[in-house]
């Protein structure tokens, strides 16, 4: 059984930070790419971030100079620290990772941006 699982989210004022984590775990192997989208009732999906195993970053528009994606290999772990947070990252964020076969998918954890 594979499972990617995130934690780090919550409620946090417009300005404050977060930091989510993301672990894939089980029977996955050589993971390429590891990333997160986010989703909001009344938008469309976004893919916020993504990490390559060789890493190498990418970001959505909507938040690059204010987010960063790391990855830890030897983990199988990606993190997203998000900086000067706004009320429109709110959303739920879902981690996946991928190893060219597969896509595995977190349960998605909430952040709410709000004063």
């Known amino acids: 059984q594979v499972q990617v699982v995130e934690s780090g989210g919550g409620l946090v004022q417009p300005g404050g930070s977060l930091r989510l984590s993301c672990a894939a775990s089980?029977?996955?192997?050589?993971?390429?790419?590891m990333g997160w989208y986010r989703q909001t009732p009344g938008k469309p999906r976004e893919l916020v971030a993504t990490?390559?195993?060789?890493?190498?970053?990418n970001y959505a528009d909507s938040v690059r100079g204010r987010f960063t994606i790391s990855r830890d290999n030897a983990k199988n772990t990606v993190y997203l620290q998000m900086n000067n947070l706004k009320r429109e990252d709110t959303a739920v964020y879902y981690c996946?990772?991928?190893?060219?076969?597969?896509?595995?998918w977190g349960q998605g954890t909430q952040v709410t941006v709000s004063s």
């Open positions: 996946y990772a991928n190893n060219r076969l597969m896509t595995y």
């Open positions: 089980g029977s996955i192997l050589d993971i390429y790419v």
């Open positions: 990490n390559t195993n060789n890493g190498n970053e």
